[in-house]
């Protein structure tokens, strides 16, 4: 039975390192998005908050936890950065 637990507790722990990779993404793209549309006191809750989350999973949540929400916040914040690609259209002029 101490096996059955322990191999549960490991798929416990990739499931949440998984999901705040996902947290990371969702909440880094969401930041990234409104910040660009907002006037400037909103970027500054928008850049206060997201800090401020950065700070308090750093103390309260595991380190593998943190790391992966780290991750996927910095790929979204990149890829927000990265040049869009325009569209090719293949109407025949």
Known sequence: M???I??????GFV???LGF???GFAVG???MDAYKKAVWQVQ???AVGFFGLIVGLTNYASPASMGMFAVAAGVAVIMSFAAKKEEV???PK
């Open 15 to 17: 499931i949440r390192a």
């Open 44 to 46: 500054v809750a928008l």
């Open 89 to 91: 259209s293949e109407e």
């Open 29 to 31: 793209r969401f930041t």
């Open 6 to 11: 322990e191999v549960l507790s490991v798929i």
């Open 21 to 23: 990779a996902v947290l």
């Open 2 to 4: 101490g096996t059955f």
